[in-house]
């Protein structure tokens, strides 16, 4: 395998201005994935939290460039190979997290520890 571009790639746990606890996968200043909210009663923070509750190791992740949402979603689960057929079922079977309005909040500054 031949290595074409490489990345410093950090990953973060940072704090909300709500108290939520949310990893951050930070490529370059400006750019960077943030997890979705499992506490926000939003379509997505609904559809996230129903899935941890069966997939603790899911994660979802939206993609920040220059304080926007790009609309691209990193999303993926560390599942043993007999867990897939279930998460896979899990996904397909409800639909009721479309009731809820898809929330974009504004985007905080990041505040790197001293």
């Known amino acids: 395998m031949k290595v074409l571009k490489e990345w410093e790639v950090r990953i973060k746990l940072v704090k909300t201005r709500?108290?939520?606890?949310?990893?951050?996968?930070?490529l370059e200043p400006g750019h960077f994935y943030l997890e979705q909210n499992p506490l926000k009663d939003s379509k997505y923070g609904v559809a996230y939290r129903k899935i941890k509750e069966s997939f603790p190791e899911f994660?979802?992740?939206?993609?920040?460039?220059?304080?926007?949402y790009t609309g691209k979603l990193l999303a993926g689960a560390f599942l043993e190979k007999k867990e897939i057929d279930e998460f896979i079922t899990l996904i397909g079977q409800s639909e009721d997290y479309k009731k809820f309005e898809h929330i974009m909040e504004e985007i905080e500054e990041v505040e790197e520890e001293k």
Do not use: P, S, T, V
């Not at 994660?59 to 926007?68: Q, S």
């Open 18 to 26: 709500r108290g939520a606890l949310l990893h951050m996968i930070e």
């Open 59 to 68: 994660y979802m992740f939206w993609e920040i460039k220059n304080n926007r």
